[in-house]
């Protein structure tokens, strides 16, 4: 049925659910997929069952944009799920459904469009015990910080993160409440509302459109993106929307050094010393911005500067 063979995705499911998850016998497992990640979610399903858990797995319609909520009954589904695997085009991970099963204490693992690839590749074989140890220190820096300053290719973008929660997304999710991406590694916060000033290239990849053939040059004032310059600039506009969706959300840094650039999202911005941007919803971790989009853009190599200290040197961290 996939295309590196049914029985190996199964067994490497098997292993994620292990070692990230810790998903055991008679716990309540449920697999959230939507049509065009089926195939992953029914080998993650099998592999539940394997394990013995009480495993369930629901198919959606495919969602038209990263962060629109799930339908009514897949969202019920969670709130009563102990563990969770959302493989899906397009995340769940920055919606309201996914804030609430946590909050229930749900461990929950979303995978928006990883590939049968990136379960063989990459940052999935990743040491998580390393990256976790670089994704914590880096969510301490920006946790401590007040001010971050970006540069890259003449393009300086600044913005306040004075007062916000540090976030590490380490891959291991073991005790109720836990959650991130699969593959993992990195750290991120949400930028104060209104703070973001300048300019900033974004040269790797955007949610929604993949790798980029050309940057895209974006500029941001009092939070918000105001002119995108570049061959997919009409793209990415029309999939942020008109309102909330064109505000700076997220900042983040990529701690994965298996992870490669490969015009998918999750594993893109999980690149050891890249950094991304997001635009839309935020308050899932600590913002106030609800827009039912959500969408990451990742920059390769940039200079990163937290309170005037230089943390990333042309992709190198300094952690």
């Not at 994704?135 to 300053?149: C, F, I």
Request: negative net charge; aromatic residues 4%; proline residues 4%.
């Amino acid at each position: 049925m996939e295309s590196i063979g049914s029985k190996e995705l199964t067994n490497i499911s098997i292993n994620i659910l292990t070692n990230s998850l810790g998903l055991k016998a008679g716990e309540t497992f449920l697999v959230v997929a939507d049509e065009a990640k089926q195939e992953l979610g029914i080998a993650l399903w099998s592999a539940g069952k394997q394990l013995k858990a009480e495993a369930m797995l629901l198919i959606m319609r495919d969602r038209g944009k990263p962060g629109e909520e799930p339908p009514a009954a897949v969202s019920e589904a969670m709130k009563g799920s102990e563990v969770i695997v959302c493989v899906t085009e397009h995340s769940l991970t920055h919606t309201k459904a996914r804030k609430e099963a946590v909050a229930r204490g749900a461990r929950i693992a979303t995978m928006p469009g990883i590939t049968p690839d990136m379960f063989l590749e990459g940052a999935i074989s990743a040491d998580y015990a390393q990256v976790k140890e670089l994704s914590v220190k880096a969510a301490g820096l920006l946790e401590n910080g007040s001010e971050v300053r970006i540069e890259k290719g003449g393009k300086s973008l600044t913005f306040s993160i004075a007062g916000r929660k540090g976030f590490p997304s380490t891959g291991v999710y073991l005790n109720p409440g836990e959650w991130g991406n699969l593959p993992s590694g990195e750290a991120y916060t949400a930028p104060v509302e209104g703070t973001a000033e300048g300019q900033i290239e974004v040269d790797c990849s955007f949610a929604g459109i993949g790798k980029l053939e050309a940057p895209l040059h974006l500029t941001i004032k009092e939070g918000r993106l105001v002119d995108v310059e570049g061959p997919a600039s009409d793209k990415l506009l029309h999939i942020l929307g008109e309102q909330e969706g064109r505000m700076l959300a997220e900042f983040g840094i990529g701690t994965n050094n298996k992870a490669r650039i490969t015009g998918v999202v999750l594993e893109d911005e999980k690149v050891y010393g890249t950094i991304h941007v997001a635009f839309g919803s935020n308050h899932t971790f600590g913002g106030t911005i609800v827009a039912g989009v959500h969408v990451d853009g990742v920059v390769n190599e940039p200079d990163v500067y937290i309170d005037g200290q230089l943390i990333i040197q042309k992709g190198r961290l300094l952690v």
